[in-house]
């Protein structure tokens, strides 16, 4: 396969970037996009150029580093998949791929492909944690969970934070990311001692950083884990739901 | 990477300053600054959750207003008495109990008060979602799901809000309206869609409308987390339902009078 490439290259975050085009060669349709830039990197570093810094690490869709907007899809063409597991036999011979980093105020590029994904890290600093028992280990089974409880936490608890939901949303929004990282919480017995100051909590902080939901879909759209717009619809209903709770007040004098 | 709530940290600016300087501009402090408690409500209005739930509450109201509005000008079509018989009546709405026109004024009062609701929370949800993008994607974006309704919101709106006020100057005011008479909303409206262009604007108008409605109608149960897998099929029926209803209805009235179908 012969395919050409157009690729954001940006030196640093506060220098300008500029498409560059690259042809490559020789590209069998069973790699995956990462070892295709691994194969052009290569080529580059022979001929003495500088690499095109792009992020990666578990290469098989759990990690949540890879990131690249490929023809104007967050993760490319492929539903339910992390650019690590997209192949190259899902493009035509003589493709012309355009790469570009996620673009968001609170993802700045570091360097060509890479951002800077701390953001979401601030997010669940803000109430992505339970707290832990003390004392010693109870039984496993212990504490009963509904079955469709713990499916619906399970699938939320899919997400690996990669920000494909923010680069895809046409609003800069991370809903998909928060709701995801709150409702996996809140949907267990574990999660239910914060669970209202969790959801006021992640939510002050993730529109401290992030536009909002205009509910076009594209997030679900673009998720590697196929995450639900309807937990989306749950942290809403929760954040609405805790404006009224208003437990430490109860009973105290102050 | 910026917060969008605050001005950024100037510290990496400095003659001195060093690795560290730059990667708290990048990261922020991880505590956030502690805000000024406000009543509950203003808290829950600053937020852009709230924002959205109040523009779904909003929108409800206008819903039903533009439904009750349909439903009471299709009377148009069964008659001059029928029409004007029905101006009368709302204007002497809740009477003896009220005095005349107070429920019609409580009634407008609450649609006022929700426009305006919607299009404020609808500027500043924009505004923070522009802040969230400062930089717009350089190649081409391929959008899944986002269909031509969600990605038109934003026009529809302006172009339902200058229509408003074009149809409060046509037929409530009578600004627009050389041979407006108050009171005989019959005459008024076969008056005003003999003008074609007139009736140009209110088909366009309402075909906006009902593109506007076939993704709020749908938006609004997300925003207020109405999501239940009982009902979840039937959100994106009522709101296409809806939205055709309106669209039916509302343009067939220009349509129908200006070709002459419908004559006085």
Not at chain 2, 100 to 112: D, F, K, P, S
Request: proline fraction near 5%; charged fraction near 20%.
């Amino acid at each position: 396969m012969h395919v050409t490439l157009e690729v954001w290259r940006q030196p640093g975050p506060d220098t300008a970037g500029r498409f560059v085009t690259y042809p490559v060669d020789d590209v069998s349709p069973d790699m995956s996009f990462l070892e295709l830039f691994d194969v052009l990197n290569e080529q580059l570093i022979k001929a003495g150029d500088e690499p095109i810094a792009f992020d990666h690490d578990c290469r098989e869709g759990i990690c949540g580093s890879c990131s690249m907007m490929i023809n104007g899809r967050a993760h490319g063409p492929e539903r339910g998949t992390a650019t690590c597991q997209l192949h190259m036999r899902k493009f035509s011979d003589g493709a012309h791929i355009t790469v570009e980093p996620w673009r968001a105020a609170a993802f700045p590029v570091i360097k060509d492909l890479c951002v800077d994904r701390a953001a979401f890290d601030r997010i669940i600093e803000a109430g992505g944690y339970i707290t832990a028992p003390t004392g010693g280990a109870r039984d496993a089974n212990e504490i009963l969970v509904p079955k469709s409880a713990a499916d619906a936490a399970m699938d939320a608890a899919a997400c690996i934070g990669c920000g494909a939901c923010v680069a895809a949303c046409p609003n800069g929004a991370a809903q998909l990311f928060t709701s995801a990282k709150i409702q996996h919480l809140n949907l267990l017995p574990q999660g239910q001692p914060e669970r209202w100051e969790r959801v006021i909590n992640m939510v002050d902080e993730m529109e401290r950083w992030f536009g909002s939901c205009t509910n076009h879909g594209e997030c679900e759209a673009a998720c590697p884990k196929d995450i639900s717009l309807d937990f989306i619809a749950l942290m809403n209903r929760d954040y609405v739901k805790a404006q009224f709770k208003q437990r430490r007040l109860a009973g105290q004098r102050r | 990477m910026t917060r969008l709530d605050e001005t950024l940290s100037t510290e990496d600016q400095r003659e001195d300053a060093d690795a560290a300087d730059r990667l708290l501009r990048s990261t922020g402090p991880p505590v956030p600054p502690t805000k000024r408690a406000v009543p509950f409500p203003l808290q829950f209005w600053r937020s852009g959750i709230g924002k959205k739930w109040a523009m779904a509450v909003s929108g409800i109201v206008l819903l039903g207003y533009v439904f009750a509005h349909m439903v009471g000008n299709l009377k148009v079509f069964l008659g001059r008495h029928q029409i004007n018989t029905y101006g009368a009546w709302l204007r002497t709405l809740g009477e003896p109990a009220f005095p005349r026109t107070v429920v019609l004024w409580g009634l407008r009062t609450a649609v006022i008060a929700a426009f305006f609701i919607h299009i404020v929370a609808a500027y500043q949800l924009t505004r923070m979602n522009r802040r969230a993008r400062p930089v717009r994607y350089q190649s081409k974006r391929d959008y899944v799901a986002a269909n031509y309704a969600s990605r038109t919101m934003r026009w529809t709106g302006v172009i339902i809000g200058l229509f408003v006020i074009f149809h409060l100057m046509d037929l409530t005011w009578g600004t627009a309206n050389p041979h407006f008479v108050r009171g005989d909303p019959y005459d008024n409206l076969f008056y005003s869609f003999d003008q074609v262009p007139v009736a140009v604007a209110y088909i366009v108008a309402n075909i906006a409308l009902g593109i506007h409605i076939f993704h709020g109608a749908w938006s609004m149960f997300q925003s207020l987390g109405w999501n239940n897998p009982r009902y979840n099929r039937w959100r994106r029926w009522f709101a296409s339902a809806f939205a055709g209803v309106i669209i039916v209805g509302n343009v067939s009235m220009p349509l129908l009078i200006t070709t002459g179908a419908v004559t006085r």
